[in-house]
Every structure is written in structure tokens, then in C-alpha cells.
């Protein structure tokens, strides 16, 4: 479940940094009852990155299959099996 807290607890950074670090998770921060910020270690921050990048790699790739633009690599290596009976 998400962290929430009023933006009036930022004053107490090395408990927030703490907790960041020990969740692994980002905290959200709110100012007059509304969602403001979002704090997150950094480890989080570049995991989060990284899976958004692999996620966007997939899309395209899963875009160029349906065009038929890519071959599932099992078929490629199949066809080359065969053609040079390896």
C-alpha cells in the first residue's frame, strides 16, 4: 500500500530518507489534502526507469511482430536448422 503523507512532514528529511530506502517504495506527498510530489530512493527511481525502458522495448518489438515486420527467434532459428543442417 502507497505511503502517503502531508507535505508539513518533509521537516524530518533523514526519517523520510529512511524510509524510502527501507520500503523501496516512492512516498507521496500532499499539500492541502491534494497529491503534490512523489519522494523515492534512488535505487527505485533507476529499477523504475529501467523497467519503463525494457516495457517500451517490448511495445515496439510486439508492434514490428503484428506488421510482420520481426519473426519470433525460435522460427528463425528453426529455418537456419534446417537450410543448413545444423
Known amino acids: 500500500m502507497p505511503e502517503i503523507i502531508p507535505i508539513r512532514d518533509l521537516k524530518n528529511t533523514n526519517a523520510i530518507s529512511q524510509r524510502c530506502h527501507e520500503n523501496a517504495e516512492p512516498i507521496f506527498v500532499t499539500k492541502n489534502g491534494y497529491g503534490d510530489m512523489v519522494i ?18 517490448l511495445a515496439v518489438a510486439e508492434a514490428q ?14 529455418e537456419a536448422k534446417a537450410k543448413y543442417g545444423v
Open 40 to 57: 523515492m530512493s534512488m535505487e527505485a527511481y533507476e529499477r523504475q526507469k529501467v523497467m519503463a525502458d525494457v516495457e517500451a522495448k
Open 65 to 78: 511482430m503484428d506488421a510482420g515486420l520481426l519473426r519470433p527467434a525460435n522460427a528463425v532459428l528453426r
